[in-house]
Structures are given as C-alpha cells and as structure tokens.
C-alpha cells in the first residue's frame, strides 16, 4: 500500500506562489505515474497537473498552464507542484494521487486512473 502526504499549502494573497510537496511511501512499479487535483467547496474533483516518475512527459489543466510546474524528486519520493501567480479561483483543497501504470494523455485527467491518493492540502488565495 503506496501512502501519500501532501504538504505546503496555506494562505497566500493572488500573485502570490507557493509549492506544493507530495511524499510517497516508496517508489517501485507500484507507482509510475503521479498527479495533483483539486476541490473547492461544492465542485467536482479537478485535474490540475501529472508526471511520469521518469519525467519524460507532464500534463497540465488549461487552466493552470504557463503557471504551474509539476516536478519529480526520485531519491525523495516526492513531487512537487510549484504554483506562481496564483488566483482567487485556485483556491481549493489540493489532493495528490498515484497510479500503478503509464497511461494516455487523456489518462491522468481521469481520477479513476489513479490508485492512491492523499489526505489532501488546503490552498486559499486571498483576492
């Protein structure tokens, strides 16, 4: 059983920046893909960003591109997301997830895909 621990979030005035940690209990075949969502207060689980523990291919939400990075440290088990020029709207509860496999791009998207999952780490921007 992959656990996962999401920290870094807080309150943060929009412009602002913070990063996100997500540290994994270990990193075998068990876990080859990672990814981060979100959820604000009455909406559906949202993609945000993914990354193949290779590094060889990231994936972003339209509405985060050119603003976030998601990134990889292999001998930390963690991933990270750096958040710049954050908005009132990116406000929500981060969750951070593992999956077992590589997939397509429309893939990490799709919560289904992902076998792990985090407790999650609240995110509020101040407008």
């Known amino acids: 059983q992959v656990q996962l621990v999401e920290s870094g979030g807080g309150l943060v005035q929009a412009g602002g920046s913070l990063r996100l940690s997500c540290a994994a209990s270990?990193?075998?075949?068990?876990?080859?893909?990672m990814g981060w969502f979100r959820q604000a207060p009455g909406k559906e689980r949202e993609f945000v960003a993914a990354?193949?523990?290779?590094?060889?291919?990231?994936f972003y939400a339209d509405s985060v591109k050119g603003r976030f990075t998601i990134s990889r440290d292999s001998a930390k088990n963690t991933v990270y997301l750096e958040m710049n020029s954050l908005k009132p709207e990116d406000t929500a509860v981060y969750l951070c997830?593992?999956?077992?496999?590589?997939?397509?791009?429309?893939?990490?998207?799709?919560?289904?895909?992902?076998?792990?999952w985090g407790q999650g780490t609240q995110v509020t921007v101040s407008s």
């Open positions: 997830a593992a999956a077992r496999r590589v997939g397509y791009y429309s893939d990490y998207g799709r919560s289904a895909f992902y076998d792990y």
């Open positions: 990354i193949r523990w290779s590094g060889s291919s990231s």
């Open positions: 270990e990193r075998t075949i068990r876990t080859v893909s």
